[in-house]
């Protein structure tokens, strides 16, 4: 080991720390206050969830037209540039729903400690029935999934934006775009026909999503975050959504 | 409980079954690196000590996610280092990082010991106001790996970075620490 790691090993074991509180006796007092689990239920209504998810998406996927069409306008946000273009490409879908479409299903706690950046939660739509975390774009996103598992009504997902990633969006010709501001930071509105999502990666690997439920798109800028909120609202609705957010 | 103490993988099997007896011993064996842990993140002992005991409640609701026959500290330390981070955002504090006096020291340090030996006192100091003054992600890096004498997948689960971003910040940390001490210091 060199020098400066043996000195800064040596040093640790001098260092004063505050004394360890005996922490057991609350703990234990605790868990015999709430001594049952309820995972089993939350696993069967996540698969259940997860089934009712693919069936809105492959219903999306058939609804986007074949062809491409040149780019009819562009707007930006950081990490993210929005294409309208004549027609949407056709997105191919993959047998795995999880690893397509939100990455692995995680609690909130594990989306927080993978996440390469303070995971956001927006209040107005109470607790998630679903959390889901992917590696890529770099840094990780998470998605936060709300709704019975029959009816999934909202989707918020979260990534840290920035110069190097390149986030695109596509929409046809019948999607409307507004530009809003949600805390004073700049964000679009999405809404009418659907749209796809697509990003390069810092590798350069260009990835490519397609709408993940049928409703309309928030995407907007909070300090590093690129957040994005989609659900069969409308344009006041997600604003308010969104200003819950922290 | 009477008898040897029972291996930790057994305790674990056991609180999986609901045994709250064997995890209450579980937390015992490891509630003195939790809570130094979400000291470091959270710099104030009392949030700390708040951000162990939640930890370790949360822990026991999740521990039938935990792969059996795994290490169970780098897990705990991920959860209750979470509930550190957690704390911080409105705490905004860091941990001031002292030596102990020699009231504190524990017994058998009045021969120097191999370590003892290896810096002055003084250089001890200058090294620590050092580390103190680094920002906030290098100071982390450096008191997990070398102050509670983290591994690296420990530190990863701790700071919520990725084994090969621990790994370059830490590299990038030392370096710093470096120039922060001059030249003549640990070239």
């Known amino acids: 080991m060199p020098e400066l790691e043996l000195a800064l090993t040596d040093l640790g074991r001098h260092i004063e720390f505050p004394p360890t509180p005996d922490v057991t006796p609350r703990v234990r007092e605790r868990l015999a206050e709430r001594p049952e689990s309820r995972r089993g239920l939350t696993r069967r209504r996540g698969l259940a969830l997860a089934f009712a998810l693919l069936a809105v998406a492959v219903a999306a996927v058939l609804a986007v037209p074949q062809t491409r069409a040149a780019i009819l306008e562009f707007f930006h946000l950081r990490g993210v540039t929005i294409e309208r273009v004549g027609e949407l490409p056709t997105v191919p879908l993959q047998r795995d729903f999880n690893k397509l479409f939100l990455g692995e299903k995680v609690s909130l706690d594990e989306a927080r400690d993978r996440a390469d950046f303070e995971v956001v939660v927006p209040e107005a739509l109470g607790d998630p029935d679903g959390v889901y975390f992917q590696e890529s774009p770099p840094g990780g996103m998470v998605s936060l999934v709300y709704g019975t598992p029959e009816h999934p009504h909202a989707l918020f997902t979260q990534f840290r934006g920035s110069v190097e990633e390149v986030i695109f969006k596509k929409t046809a010709a019948g999607t409307q775009i507004d530009s809003v501001r949600v805390g004073g930071e700049p964000g679009y509105f999405l809404s009418g026909n659907p749209h796809d999502f697509s990003y390069l990666d810092r590798r350069g690997e260009y990835r490519q999503e397609i709408v993940r439920l049928a409703g309309n798109t928030l995407l907007w800028e909070r300090g590093l975050l690129t957040l994005r909120l989609e659900a069969d609202i409308n344009e006041q609705e997600a604003l308010k959504i969104a200003r819950s957010v922290h | ?187």
Request: contains cysteine; positive net charge; glycine residues 8%.
């Open chain 2, 1 to 187: 409980m009477e008898g040897r103490p029972l291996p930790e993988s057994e305790l674990v099997e056991r609180a999986k079954r609901g045994d709250q007896g064997a995890y209450g011993q579980l937390v015992q064996a490891y509630q003195g690196i939790a809570f130094r842990t979400a000291y470091l993140v959270v710099g104030d002992a009392a949030e700390a000590e708040d951000a162990a005991q939640e930890g370790f409640v949360k822990a026991y609701y999740a521990i039938r996610r935990f792969r059996s026959g795994a290490p169970f500290r780098p897990w705990i330390l991920q959860i209750v280092a979470n509930e550190a981070r957690n704390r911080r955002r409105s705490a905004g504090r860091r941990a001031g990082l002292v030596m102990r006096t020699a009231a504190h020291a524990p017994s058998g340090e009045a021969a120097p010991s191999p370590e003892a030996a290896l810096i002055s006192g003084e250089d001890q100091r200058t090294l620590l106001a050092a580390v103190n003054n680094l920002r906030e992600e290098d100071r982390l890096v450096i008191t997990c790996r070398y102050f509670l004498e983290l591994s690296e997948e420990e530190t990863s689960n701790v700071l919520g970075w990725r084994r090969g971003t621990v790994k370059s910040r830490l590299s990038r940390a030392l370096d710093r620490l470096r120039a922060e001490l001059g030249e003549k210091a640990y070239a």
